[in-house]
């Protein structure tokens, strides 16, 4: 199977600018969720995805926002970007078969897209 | 809420056994305990994972005592390879509250 891929790669943005993140699960998981890191704070939950619903959500502010497709296919989107908006944007995907997270789901990353914002 | 908390950084030396303790006091009766590996500009990947005793698997071994408070992450034998930053992670992870430690830079020396 392949794996979750993530496109662009590497992002280069200015201040004020919007972006749009691509994750493409791995076939036959239906959950999408996102993160941020960055060497000060770390892996940092920001969503996550269900059948084209969000079932949770971090505390990031409205700025961050994202949706997911039939096809389990997600983006997320960042509106008016600040400079500490600068990271690597990771998502992941899981089998989760039902409506609600099993305790023991394991996560499966993508590479992940390095965000610069000038 | 279940609060993570490991070693900053480790060092060892190539064929060594490196042990990597994470706590977590606050453990709640459904979570497991899952171990994540990521090197510079990837994804972490899943090492092991389980919920209470030993677990072993062909890359690392995963020691849970009876109070489940801590556990440690056994790498045998490690190689150049193993240099990367190492993450506890206690889940569920289906809340607000993602609970991916800080995570532990082991730098493996020849």
């Known amino acids: 199977k392949a794996g979750v891929t993530q496109t662009p790669r590497y992002l280069i943005k200015t201040r004020g600018q919007q972006v749009t993140l691509s994750c493409s699960p791995i076939s036959g998981h239906r959950s999408v969720s996102w993160y941020q890191q960055t060497p000060g704070q770390g892996l940092q939950f920001l969503f996550e995805?269900?059948?084209?619903?969000?079932?949770n959500k971090g505390n990031f502010p409205g700025r961050f926002s994202g949706r997911q497709f039939s096809n389990s296919r997600s983006e997320m989107n960042v509106s008016t970007l600040e400079l500490g908006d600068s990271a690597l944007y990771l998502c992941a995907s899981s089998p989760s078969g039902g409506r609600l997270r099993e305790a023991n789901e394991k996560l499966f990353f993508g590479s992940g897209t390095q965000l610069s914002v000038l | 809420l279940a609060k993570t908390t490991q070693p900053i950084s480790m060092d060892s030396y190539e064929g060594q056994e490196v042990n990597i303790t994470c706590s977590h006091n606050?453990?709640?009766?459904?979570?497991?305990i899952t171990w994540y590996q990521q090197f510079p500009s990837q994804g972490p990947r899943f090492i092991i994972q389980?919920?209470?005793t030993k677990v072993t698997n062909e890359v690392a071994s995963l020691f849970i005592p009876a109070d489940r408070k801590s556990s440690t992450l056994s790498l045998p034998r490690v190689s150049l390879s193993d240099t990367a930053v190492y993450y506890c992670l206690v889940g569920p992870y289906n809340n607000n509250d993602m609970r991916f430690g800080a995570g532990t830079r082991l730098t493996v020396k020849p």
């Open positions: 606050n453990i709640a009766t459904n979570d497991y």
């Open positions: 389980g919920y209470k």
């Open positions: 995805y269900f059948s084209e619903t969000q079932r």
